[in-house]
């Protein structure tokens, strides 16, 4: 028997028969802070998820109060959820994720006061998340998230092993130049960005290419963007791709191999696609990444419509939309 009551301080007090759990366990929710970012990373890289520690924080500085964690009484992560505002203003979206419960305490009720606590942020905007197989119909169903994007599902590509850039076209379309990333891009990068999601994101695009062990490159043509993608190193040591956007596949692929080309000490490769996008996905195949599994799109309230041809990687799956 299990039961959770709230006490006088906020805290929750779980009184259960769980085997190797305390007759009576006390939890508090609260926002994550930079000092939780060493254990949540040793958390989601036990669970063989590639998130990038990076990220984690560039949100928690984007929406302080977005990511929440469930803690015990030594301060103890026990589980997460987050539902992360992504805009520069109201026109934004909030989009929900990284929902985990440590095993030993999964039951006990802690999950769905973070769930809870993740829809109480986002009171009566429209939020997005991502769903493995088996949740959607939860979600869906039970969760609030009534709303299922029919055209595509996003694809799980992952490898420990080192995938070769080289099998990937260097050859540059004819008036398309590809430069490392510098500040100075970030106008034409937001504005890029903006036409493609449908609103400004530029605090957050700011803030991701500027994220340590990462780099980013940029493609223009007459001195206008027409593409971006970013690498970064996962809580596996891996090269996780995400974004990368681009009007042209034959600029994608370009933009794909100097990513990787500029990781050359990384261990193994991820990158989240979209099952539509017919080029990202033979990008995947020639580097020889499996797919690993796949995610079903739920919204609160409506679709975000985008043209998926000209995302190749998305930017993460657990905080952000696209």
């Known amino acids: 028997m299990i039961q959770t009551v709230k ?3 906020d805290s929750y007090i779980v009184q259960t028969e769980k085997p190797k759990i305390a007759p009576r366990l006390r939890f508090s929710i609260r926002p994550a802070t930079e000092g939780d970012v060493p254990e949540l990373r040793k958390i989601r890289r036990d669970m063989g998820i590639h998130d990038v520690p990076t990220v984690f924080q560039t949100f928690m500085k984007l929406d302080p109060e977005g990511l929440k964690v469930a803690v015990d009484e030594t301060g103890k992560i026990l589980g997460s959820c987050s539902s992360v505002f992504n805009g520069d203003d109201s026109d934004g979206l909030y ?11 999964q039951g006990t009720g802690i999950g769905q006061k973070l769930y809870k606590a993740g829809l109480d942020h986002l009171g009566d905007s429209n939020c997005g998340l991502n769903a493995v197989p088996g949740m959607a119909e939860v979600y869906r169903d039970r969760g609030s ?11 799980k590509n992952q490898t420990p092993n080192n995938v070769s850039p080289e099998v990937l076209s260097n050859v540059v379309p004819p008036g398309v130049n590809i430069q490392p990333f510098q500040d100075s891009f970030l106008p034409e990068m937001v504005a890029y960005d903006h036409a493609l999601v449908g609103f400004r994101r530029s605090l957050l695009l700011s803030m991701s290419c500027n994220e340590n062990n990462s780099k980013t490159f940029v493609a223009f043509k007459n001195g206008v963007c027409v593409g ?6 996962s809580c596996l040591e891996a090269a996780r791709v995400g974004p990368l ?3 042209d596949p ?21 990158m989240m696609t979209i099952s539509n996008n017919i ?3 033979s990008f995947i195949r020639r580097l020889a990444c499996p797919v690993k599994g796949e995610c079903h799109r739920l919204y609160k309230k409506q679709r975000l419509i985008v043209d998926t041809s000209k995302i190749y ?7 952000a939309v696209f």
Request: hydrophobic share 45%.
């Open 7 to 9: 006490a006088e301080d």
């Open 95 to 105: 989009f929900g994720g990284i929902y985990c419960v440590e095993p030993r305490y």
């Open 145 to 155: 998230f009534p709303v299922e994007e029919k055209d595509w599902v996003c694809l």
């Open 228 to 233: 971006f993608g970013s690498v970064k190193e």
């Open 245 to 247: 956007y681009a009007d």
């Open 250 to 270: 034959a600029v994608a692929e370009v933009i794909l191999r100097k990513l990787l080309e500029s990781f050359s000490d990384r261990k193994g490769f991820a």
């Open 279 to 281: 080029h990202a996905n």
């Open 313 to 319: 990687a998305l930017f993460d799956i657990n905080f």
